[in-house]
């Protein structure tokens, strides 16, 4: 690089000393400027031909113009008055430079130079079009009047290139306005793009930065494009970095950061010193300069800019002005230099509204693109105005800084970007390199609400300062996990308290999710969210992905008290008394008139000696036969006597009375539950008084009823006023006037009841008490009916045995998901629900978590009573009781008896039964006879007892 330096040094000495002497060609130049800068650089070029007079250059009268007007009738009058006051000096301008940016100076002024036939070089800001006044130049016309695009408006084209090499959705350029014009890239700079973008100007305080950072990420940005000085990239930087700003700092996966400058020293680089934390940087910078063409120029621009002017705009306009100056220089010797002043002056064709224009047979063109050669950045790329541009290639470097570090920890060239106004192609990258880990990471903040089944917290689970770590499931998660595995984002999830509900008191602010998307604190509301016509003016919902859901009513199911014994209870204790009385008495009674009638059996044995039966009714035989009496097998053998027939035929007309009523009651008393009318719909609930009923306070149910008892409050206002109006006619009132209440308040009583009966404030506090656990009995000692969303009411008889849905669904509305106003969200999700819906994915989630949920109780509970098929072990087990009794005592009966049987002393049982000796056995068998004879050979005839002529006294008789 040396040499070439020295090369070009001597090659220019030597030019000088041949040329010294000569005069070279003259040139006057017409200047117009708009700021201070472009006209120092503009004086810098001149020296340039001073230095080196080998150019054979000679600048004669420059007539300066200030254009920094923003009255575009102002501008051109004054314009066109110094423009006819230097046409008829004698120093008429060769070539007109015009470092206007754009806007009405830049348009005012070309206007003036088009009419009057003036070659013009300009640095104007713009592409294809954005000049109005030279959009229609004839191709005469584009030889002489020629555009060449700044750097500043070229380099701008790399976010372009950026956004479409990293697939970006949003991005954002602050710009610093001093040296970036945007007006005309509002509109062009990504259009045709999916990409969601905005320019704005870079704030000049700290805290103004970080107030302007929060705003653009609030609006959903995540890609920062910094265009301006490195100082002022190094403040955006720290105000990002910023641990106090609302969400910040916004250095994290989710967003990627981008800076460009066009200062041409390398060693000038962003820095972190006020950085917060550490942050990663794509830095874009002007590659060194190392065409030997140019050294000359390099050389001289190195020893007479500034640092301040160091930079690619600095190098372009000496560029620019060298060779309009050059090329002027070399038509004027080949002769093809023509006057082309008009004999108008330019207040005539002012006055005539600029309409005819001159033509020129001028390429000044083609003798500016030849001069280019030795340009300090390159020879300018020409092809037509909107596509003239100086050549210059930009490093892609990617930084690494720590915190309160001025030095990168990693500077990386990753790739180069050529200039151009293309997106494609440009991008060249380095060997195995590649961009692809500063991309930033689509990330949507989700807030939900925690209702099963839909959201429910993964117990134990636990973040571990994962930010995108899930500790939710439920029926919208795996909708959400589907959504994602097809939409390609990550999310973070947090759970907030409610749907969202406007305030009734001024300003009616809403709360909730609804709040969360209104505040873009959100990006997605996820939930069992219903559609409602006031959320809808706030927020966007998406296709529904549930169906219609209403409002439902949840009781405790009718718990039937059992009882083994409940046979019992049939008959009242006194009326069980007085069956026994009755037994007793009767049994008595019976044996009383078998002893004492003389045509009993046991009075009559003779009489009776041939019958097949013979029953003497003693008082064992009477409580037997009273017993038996009541069952289906019968007493047995009826008393012989006739007033003992009548005692049992009394008895069993009172059995068959007891037994016939008995059953008949016990059928009734086991199915009277069953017949009980319990409470089947809202009408039912609402015309009792018995059962307390409330929704919980301030949810939809609650707004619900709250509406409409409002509707009917003001549809008797209404009709009151309407009654009472004195204009309306006899007639038309007395079409008003009837005797019922023409207006439902049915809402309104039930509103009355609902607050009286002290909402819960919460849905466990509402399940407690529908459940009627300890603490709710005394509020609700009857019962209470909770008034909740279908879908709460049907989970909870799902997961509990205890519950029961009464009624038809009301005020039924869909479930959909919530996006903040306008976002193209909405329509990439419901896309995917209608696709999931056809794929019949949301039928299978309902599947999932409604029927197949380990939580789901249904199969296990037992039948309620009134879809038993009979009566239940419960009510009638204790007659399985007595027989268990009536076999264990008839067990210890048959101990007793053989027991009995065994210890009974022989001697003692003859004795009793005093039989005399026989006769055949003599004297050898006498009283005296040793116990130790034994007893054999006695008569076991019986023999016939002599008749009976005195009945038996009473106390021989058992």
Known sequence: MEREVIVGILLALVSFFIVEGQDGTKVNILFIHQDPEGERLFNISLKFFDVNRNYGVTIGKVHRFNANLTDSLKLTSEFCTMFDKVMGSDNKPDIAIDFTRIGIPSEGVKVVLRAMGIPTISATFGQEGDIREWRDLNAAEMKYLIQVSPPADVIIQSIRSLVEAQSMTSAVLMFDDKQYEMYHKYKSLLQNMPTRHLLTKTELTRDLLIKQV?????????????????????????????????DGPYFSDEFAWYSMTMKTSPTKLPHCIKCDREVTLVHLLPTKFDDPKGTVRRSFMEKELSETDKSLTGMFYIDLTIDAILAFRDLSKEGKWKDAYVNNTCIDFKAKGFRKYPTLDLDLMGAFNKTGVENGMGRFILEKNGKNYPNFTLEIRRMVFSPRKAEPIENELRATWLAGFTESKLISYEKQMTLSDHIAKTVFRIVTVIQAPFVMKIKNCTEDGDKYANCFEGYCIDLLKKIQDELKFNYTIKAVDGYGYMNHTYPHDWDGMVKELQKRKADIALGAMSVMAERESVVDFTVPYYDLVGISILMEKPKTPTSLFKFLTVLENDVWMCILGSYFFTSFLMWIFDRWSPYSYQNNREKYEDDEEKREFNLKECLWFCMTSLTPQGGGESPKNLSGRFVAATWWLFGFIIIASYT???????????????????????KQYKVQYAPMENSSAWIYF????????????????????DTMKDFERSQLSVWDYPVSDKYTKMWEAMNANIPPNNSYYAVQRVRRTKNATDKDPDGFAFLDEATNVRWQTTISCDFDQKGEEFSRKPYAIAVQKGSPLKESFSHMILKLLNQRFLEQLKETWWVDTPLNVKNNCPKDDNQSDGISIHNIGGVFIVIFVGIVMACFTLIFEYWWYRKR????????????????????????TPPSIEKTNFNTQY????????????????
């Open 214 to 246: 929060e705003k653009l990420v609030h609006v959903d940005i995540v890609n920062f494009f910094i265009a301006g000085e490195v100082d002022q990239i190094s403040e955006v930087l720290a105000a990002a970095t910023n641990p106090n700003a609302t």
């Open 664 to 686: 008949a009651n016990l059928a009734a008393f086991l199915t009277v539950s069953r017949l009980d009318a319990p409470i089947e719909s809202l009408e039912d609930l609402s």
């Open 905 to 928: 002393n022989v001697s003692e049982e003859l004795a009793e039964m005093a039989l005399p000796p026989p006769n055949e056995f003599g004297a050898t068998f006498t009283a005296s």
């Open 706 to 725: 709250d509406r409409m008892r409002r509707i009917e409050t003001r549809f008797y206002d209404i009709w009151r006023n309407m009654i009472l109006n």
């Open 943 to 958: 023999d016939k007892p002599p008749e009976r002529t005195t009945l038996p006294s009473i106390e021989n008789s058992w």
